[in-house]
Nanobody, 122 residues
Framework: QVQLVESGGGLVQAGGSLRLSCAAS????????MGWFRQAPGKEREFVAA????????YYADSMKGRFAISRDNAKNTVYLQMSSLKPEDTAVYYC???????????????WGQGTQVTVSS
């Protein structure tokens, strides 16, 4: 029943920064763990980051630590992914995801947004 809509993708130069947003609808948003995944052309979808429903704990793929930061503002029904020091290999479609279980949201969440394209040029 939750609806997720990503925004903020676009073209950015290597070394630059970008912030993605995911707007959620539904009165149960604050009870969901949230996450971000990405998928490059011809590649499998991979986990990027996740955050608990209360925003008190965050989880990152090892390769994302120090460059990406996930946060949420439940008053605005929005989760963010701040990306810095971007590399061409970060080019992918980025998806917002949600699920009641934190374990599930880091692997196979049930709810997904439509995705937003991020392209990093050299």
């Amino acid at each position: 029943q939750v609806q997720l809509v990503e925004s903020g993708g676009g073209l950015v130069q290597a070394g630059g920064s970008l912030r993605l947003s995911c707007a959620a609808s539904g009165r149960t948003f604050t009870t969901y763990a949230m996450g971000w995944f990405r998928q490059a052309p011809g590649k499998e979808r991979e986990f990027v980051a996740a955050i608990t429903w209360g925003g008190d704990r965050t989880y990152y793929a090892d390769s994302m630590k120090g460059r990406f930061a996930i946060s949420r503002d439940n008053a605005k029904n929005t989760v963010y992914l701040q990306m810095s020091s971007l590399k061409p290999e970060d080019t992918a479609v980025y998806y917002c995801a949600a699920d009641y279980s934190l374990r599930v949201v880091t692997t196979t969440p049930n709810y997904w947004g439509q995705g937003t394209q991020v392209t990093v040029s050299s």
